[in-house]
């Protein structure tokens, strides 16, 4: 894998929901090498760590790739803060993304919170064969609604007060829909995901899931991303910026 | 085009600027970004006796102007690095320093002699690791403790010995003076610095080891310092490094005393921080009209 480092044009910036922002940046020959579910290893000026931020659109004709990422502290905040035309330092595409495996059966996209943005292109890849469940916090943290349904996916969304959609978690739909499933792909917070992969094993249903972890290099170097996993009957720590960010269900040691 | 070439304990290097162990791992990754041929050394990660899982995460915390880690030598142990990762950075056409750690001195020792067949160019010990809880930085905070350990490597290899010093000591040159008695063949230092850092949202140390090692650009003052001291105390090179992430800074250490410099969290920062480094000192040296990096080896001139 041929990685890229470089200063990138940050073409279009806007809030879309309480702390949470959507970037186009300029960057042709990271868009041209990028796949679904890799990530981009950004610096926010004057920073040491760079900050993980997964693809959440692949243009390559336009050689742009969009973000959409959460100002959850000092690091994403200045990342968030970048005035529309400057440049931000970019490593990547890194990590080792979603497999788009083509099934019998439809394919559910699912995960929530900040964890939404990547399973957008999955969405766009599978089109009308999708089933997207998503799952917020409440109506106005309710993200990218319109992109999801532009794809042809049948789209349901969750919060947890009831406030829009479904109320309750995204495994609420995920039980009736899993019957007729022949892959779960997703992304979100760590319990989620155990949840959602609990629900697709009893079915014997593959699941793939995308980890988050503090990182530092982002190649797989300096090992600080760890993650317990499990190949071949033989537990070992992952890594979740090379080995990952998504990785089979079953591997993952909960 | 200034001459760049150093020497450290009878090993040419073509620059003074090393990757340090830990940020590098065995160099495959960041052979995706530029040749590793361009480099005057690879320090490679810390390998004990036995393959060691590390810590649990998470293993990393941002600090103003730095970070904390908290590996914990994680590493697939000295004959799987023999046998997958020593034959293939032998043939990168750079000086190959094989970082070596383990709970027991007898343990560093046996990994020793497993190198010493080895083409390895030179072997750094370890005595300051401050993320595993058995030896590590046990071995290096007393004088006795790194004399001893010092010892019974310095027996069990001819290749070139490099002991890598904690910061985390009273008197960083005392150590250095001990270790120089044993017969070690150069000094690096500084290791990181044990921090800690607690999310007050939540009331949990930031690391699940609850501490880890500092470095970065916070605390290069204290790198140049204790270099400086080491320097003026032991007749053996000193290989200085701490937040070196410029030119400017590599060029600073080398004034202080070192003969070469390890660079680390700036890699983590910028993947090609070591390459810009090299251009920068060489643009530093042509300006001021400097023929040699060696002349401005030890060359600050004190109050």
Redesign the interface.
């Known amino acids: 894998m041929k990685y890229t480092q470089g200063k990138y044009i940050l073409l279009e910036k806007k809030a879309i929901a309480k702390q949470i922002y959507d970037f186009t940046i300029l960057c042709p020959d990271i868009a041209q090498a990028a796949s679904e579910g890799q990530f981009v290893n950004i610096l926010p000026e004057g920073h040491t760590l760079r900050r993980p931020i997964s693809i959440c659109g692949i243009d390559r004709e336009a050689g742009t790739l969009r973000i959409v990422f959460m100002a959850k502290g000092e690091g994403t905040q200045k990342l968030a803060d970048t005035p529309k035309g400057a440049n931000l330092d970019i490593v990547g595409p890194l990590g080792h993304g979603f497999a788009m495996n083509e099934v019998s059966g439809k394919t559910i996209i699912t995960g929530g919170g900040i964890g939404v943005p990547p399973l957008l292109p999955l969405a766009k890849h599978y089109g009308s064969r999708a089933v997207v469940i998503l799952g917020f916090r409440s109506a106005d943290a309710v993200i990218l609604k319109k992109d999801f349904e532009a794809t042809g996916a049948e789209v349901i969304i969750c919060t947890d007060d009831g406030s829009y959609g479904v109320h309750g978690m995204v495994t609420k739909p995920l039980e009736e829909e899993i019957a007729e499933a022949g892959q779960v792909l997703s992304c979100g917070p760590m319990p989620m995901l155990k949840a959602i992969s609990a629900v697709s094993e009893a079915k014997n249903v593959p699941c793939q899931v995308s980890l988050e972890e503090r990182m530092g290099c982002g190649v797989g170097a300096c090992l600080v991303c760890a993650c317990r996993v499990k190949k071949n009957g033989e537990e070992r720590f992952g890594h979740v910026c090379k080995d990952g960010p998504v990785f089979d269900s079953k591997e993952v040691m909960w | 085009m200034a001459d760049l070439s150093v020497k450290v304990a009878g090993v040419e290097f073509k620059n003074p600027v090393i990757p340090a162990s830990?940020?590098?791992?065995y160099g495959?990754?960041?052979e995706?970004?530029y040749s590793l041929s361009r480099l005057g050394g690879i320090s490679t990660?810390g390998t004990t006796g036995q393959m060691r899982?590390?810590?649990?995460?998470?293993?990393?915390?941002?600090?103003p102007?730095?970070?904390l880690?908290s590996?914990g030598l994680?590493n697939p142990g000295i004959d799987r690095f023999i046998s997958h990762e020593l034959p293939n950075l032998m043939q990168k056409d750079t000086v190959i320093i094989a970082n070596i750690a383990g709970s027991t001195p007898e343990e560093c020792a046996e990994v020793a002699a497993k190198l010493d067949s080895t083409d390895v160019h030179m072997i750094e010990l370890n005595i300051s690791c401050p993320n595993v809880k058995q030896g590590g930085a046990a071995f290096g905070v007393t004088c006795e403790g790194a004399s001893s350990v010092t010892r019974i490597v310095r027996n069990a290899t001819k290749k070139p010995l490099i002991v890598k010093l904690s910061p985390n000591v009273t008197d960083i040159a005392s150590i250095a003076k001990a270790v120089e008695a044993e017969g070690a063949d150069s000094v690096s230092l500084i290791n990181t610095l044990l921090g800690m850092r607690i999310d007050i949202n939540t009331g949990r140390p930031?690391l699940r080891n609850n501490c880890g090692g500092m470095s970065?650009?916070a605390v290069f003052p204290i790198a140049v310092r204790m270099v400086w001291q080491v320097a003026n105390a032991v007749s053996i090179p000193v290989i200085g490094m701490g937040g070196i992430s410029s030119g400017r800074d590599a060029i600073e250490m080398m004034m202080a005393g070192a003969s070469a410099v390890q660079v680390g969290?700036a890699?983590?920062?910028?993947?090609?921080a070591p390459v810009k480094i090299i251009e920068e000192m060489n643009q530093f040296l042509d300006e001021k009209g400097i023929k040699s990096v060696r002349e401005i080896i030890g060359s600050v001139k004190p109050w």
Request: hydrophobic content about 40%.
């Open positions: 830990g940020v590098f791992g495959r990754e960041y995706e970004f990660k899982t590390g810590n649990l995460a998470p293993r990393i915390a941002e600090t102007m730095g970070m880690n590996v994680q930031v970065g650009p969290a890699i983590i920062t910028d993947p090609f």
